[in-house]
């Protein structure tokens, strides 16, 4: 009887683990952010942390011999509005990105357009981070655009969702 309990328990372990490493990257990510906040009520003024995070994207910029992002204050209404479409549907997305690229492309003239989405992290240099250790958001950050825009939204509990858009104007 415990060969057979010891064994159930075994296969139960391993179905479990399996189930858990094949967790989606937005799930990984959700408990990750989650796990920042935790039960701790975080006040976060959304127009300072604009400024920060932009001020520490172009910091890390130029360590790297980029140049600095002008502000495209044209695109900042899309990146607006998907947070607050981020935030009604409670997840990260890049949802409707293509439609938005090219309502950005079509009245800033940009030829290449590229976004960040983050949301939870309590500090610009969390959210700097979180994007440096991710491959894909990495490379629009360092990427070779000429401009950018950024916006911090919160939601009803004061948590924080950004949009960083980046664009390519000649």
Same mark, same amino acid.
């Given at each position: 009887?415990?060969?057979?309990?010891?064994?159930?328990?075994?296969?139960?372990?391993?179905?479990?683990?399996?189930?858990?490493?094949?967790?989606?990257?937005?799930?990984?990510?959700?408990?990750?952010?989650?796990?920042?906040?935790?039960?701790?009520?975080?006040?976060?003024?959304?127009?300072?942390?604009?400024?920060?995070?932009?001020?520490?994207?172009?910091?890390?910029?130029?360590?790297?011999?980029?140049?600095?992002?002008?502000?495209? %204050?044209?695109?900042? &209404?899309? =990146?607006? /509005?998907? #947070?607050?479409?981020?935030? +009604?549907? !409670?997840?990260?997305?890049?949802?409707?990105?293509? %439609?938005?690229?090219? &309502?950005? =492309?079509? /009245?800033? #003239?940009?030829?290449?357009? +590229?976004? !960040?989405?983050?949301?939870?992290?309590?500090?610009?240099?969390?959210?700097?981070?979180?994007?440096?250790?991710?491959?894909?958001?990495?490379?629009?950050?360092?990427?070779?655009?000429?401009?950018?825009?950024?916006?911090?939204?919160?939601?009803?509990?004061?948590?924080?969702?950004?949009?960083?858009?980046?664009?390519?104007?000649?």
């Amino acid at each position: 009887m415990k060969k057979l309990f010891g064994a159930i328990l075994i296969a139960t372990s391993v179905v479990l683990m399996s189930m858990c490493s094949t967790s989606s990257t937005s799930e990984q990510e959700n408990e990750f952010t989650e796990t920042l906040l935790g039960n701790d009520k975080i006040v976060v003024d959304a127009a300072s942390m604009e400024e920060e995070l932009l001020d520490l994207v172009n910091a890390h910029r130029a360590s790297i011999g980029k140049t600095a992002l002008g502000n495209s %204050s044209v695109s900042y &209404k899309y =990146a607006e /509005e998907h #947070n607050n479409y981020m935030i +009604s549907k !409670n997840k990260l997305s890049h949802d409707n990105f293509d %439609s938005r690229a090219s &309502k950005i =492309a079509a /009245e800033t #003239n940009a030829i290449e357009v +590229s976004e !960040n989405v983050a949301r939870y992290y309590t500090t610009a240099q969390q959210t700097l981070n979180g994007w440096l250790n991710s491959t894909a958001h990495k490379e629009a950050l360092e990427g070779n655009y000429t401009h950018t825009t950024l916006s911090v939204e919160l939601d009803k509990d004061g948590r924080p969702y950004y949009t960083q858009i980046f664009i390519t104007v000649e």
